[in-house]
């Protein structure tokens, strides 16, 4: 069975009123094709969740069988309903082939009203329109069945209800993009199935209509129009809730040969009327709606296509294609693996770059380059940065390629699956949720053991894992507490990513022990206590000099308004609050921005949401600050003017440092530099220059109120 079947099937099967809404777009024949080949409890299922014209014209276009065995499993008021809908010869044919003789005989009995009321009255097969279709849709509608409408169109909910009417002239003239809820009168003129032919002659609603619909029973489900001639009708009571089974839950590999797998899938044969063709158009439309309102739920279905299956629904789908960041890890990076470039770079552009970098990470060698060189320059620098774990980190001691479910993945898929794979060195199997967060594991004789249906989320235990930059030693360190075959590793979100197997974890303890003899011994590329002195020196001498040039920025600021500090001397024992507090703040933004940059939480993209963060963090802290501050100075001066001046430069030095503190790191990153290394340096630059300028020059602007005000 080819995936796009699939899909399909499953969308059938779980989805049934979603898929009558796909099947009432097709022409009744099409649609009759597809569900006379679909398993009865599916079909009947469906059925009952089209508008009954809809599902009538369906059951009168496919077999006879066919019909018989769908209204079988249906409620005896719902068959009764469609078989007043369809041509006396072919009702009676229908029920003559009825499986059941109890229901033939209750159908039989259904099917009539007493004579001389309404329901006995009616013409059936009147057009009626679902309240949830567009004008343009309805008329549609009506362009395809012009033989059962009328001048009058009846609209009614899902459950068959009446709930509105409409003209033609009044359909027509509509926006086409107008809902139909909109164009509709809620108000409807109703007779009762019941009602005799006094009760219908005296009706009030002849006055204006020269059609009226007839209903089960006051404000219920619409039964019929009926007319000077007896005109329509249309359902009848709400039907009551249902259990459907298809084939068993599990049954969805494509090898499987149940009687209701593929030889009784509703695409693996052709429409009686229209060919493959008409088949395939209607696969088409369930697929595209499967994908687009369940794409998780449809993920999980194709993962247990084969892969040459799945990498061509992928090549061909561009719909399929962003589903790759729904598969499982290991399952999305051998498609990605095997796509050509243009499907490999609209796949990635999709997914967030965390999630594409988890995927590429699984790739080697040559798979790896060219998935890299497919996708976008900005796209692929990020992932690579993502993928760049530090030395002796988990990340890179792990490794990517790990055996992961979805929740919900039953024992014989998993098993199924990994017979197909064959995964290295299997000892666990990880289960994770939609957004790939590490939810369990289990352990591989606890899956050989377990029965077939049972879910590996239900068997799963809590396992521990370790984030993806611990450390070699925090990992030593964990595994002296507990004895592990296999450390699972995750990301900053929790998403499984990785896992350190038994021989790497083995490496990684011994490389500890060789490093901390090394240590002990000062053998270290990076500066220590006893590293040379030239060493040293090389390492600290060119920020020192840096550092030189801000000091002498800071004294330039200062001395641009030397007169106005000697005019008023306080500005002089105040400029030390307004550089220290500006500068610690700013240490604050770079310390959380090198952090985030540091676990991977953001990256240059995440840009313009930093600056407006780290603004309303300024505006919020300035304010508090300079409260504070103005407060302070005013009790120790006594002047307002200059407890105005500095909270206004408190104000402003706080937001620009927490704009610099976040910026600054992120400019270093994108020139190829080390933030961590020379973030402080440049923001004690802005910090204080910006500090002492707005400081002073509010001063300097105020300063006929300073000097008036001064003690």
Known sequence: ????????IEFLRTHPEDAARVLERFAPAESAGLLSGTPSLVAAAIVEHMVLTGAASCLAAMPVESAATILAEMSLDQSAAL?????????????????????????????????????????????????????AEALERVRREPKNAIYYLYVVDREQRLVGVLNLRELMLAEGAQPLAKAMHSTVARLRSDAGEEEILAHPGWREYHALPVVERPAASSAGSATRRCAGWSTAAPRPPRSIRWWPPRCRSVRCTGSHCAASSPVSGTSPRGGRAVADSVVAALRHEYLERYPTEAAHVLEAVPEDELVELVEHDPQAATLVGRLAPDVAARVIAQNSNATVRRALSALDPARAAALVARLEGAARQRVLGAIDRDLAREVRELMAYPPDSAGALMDPRVSAFHIGTTVDEAVTILRTKRPPELGSVYVIDKEDQLVGAVALGELATAGGTERLDELAKFPASTNAFATREEIVDFLGQQRLASLPVVDIHGRLIGVIRNQTLLAATEQEASADMQTSFG?????????????????????????????????????????????????????????????????????????????????????????????????????????????????????????????????????????????????????GQDPAQASSIFLTTVTCGIGLLSFLGLATIFIGLLTTASP
């Not at 009702?91 to 229901?103: G, L, Y």
């Not at 400029?575 to 240059?604: D, F, H, I, K, W």
């Not at 910026?663 to 994108?670: A, T």
Request: some cysteine; overall charge positive; charged content about 15%.
């Open 523 to 671: 053998v270290s590329k990076d500066e220590r206590a006893l590293s040379r002195v030239p060493f040293a020196v090389r390492q600290r001498l060119p920020w020192l000099q840096i550092n030189l040039a801000t000091a002498f920025f800071a004294a330039f600021i200062v001395g641009i308004f030397q007169d106005t500090i000697a005019r008023v001397t306080a500005l002089a024992v105040l400029m030390p609050v307004v550089a220290g507090e500006s500068g610690n703040s700013g240490m604050q933004a770079v310390a959380v921005t090198l952090r985030g940059l540091a676990l991977r939480e953001v990256s240059l993209r995440h840009w313009p949401r930093l600056v407006v963060k780290e603004i309303g963090v300024g505006v919020l802290n300035g304010i508090a600050v300079a409260v504070v501050t103005g407060l302070g100075v005013f009790f120790w001066s006594r002047s307002v003017p200059l407890a105005l001046v500095i909270s206004g430069s408190m104000l402003i030095s706080l937001v620009v440092a927490g704009v610099s503190g976040t910026s600054i790191p992120m400019i270093l990153k994108s020139l």
């Open 1 to 8: 069975m080819r995936a796009e079947e699939l899909l399909g």
């Open 83 to 135: 078989l007043r809908r369809v041509p006396n010869d072919v009702a009676e044919r229908i029920i003559e082939r009825a499986p059941r003789n109890v229901v033939t005989a209750a159908l039989r009995m259904l099917v009539a009203y007493p004579e001389g009321t309404a329901g006995a009255l009616v013409d059936p097969t009147i057009l009626t329109l679902p309240v949830d279709l567009s004008c």
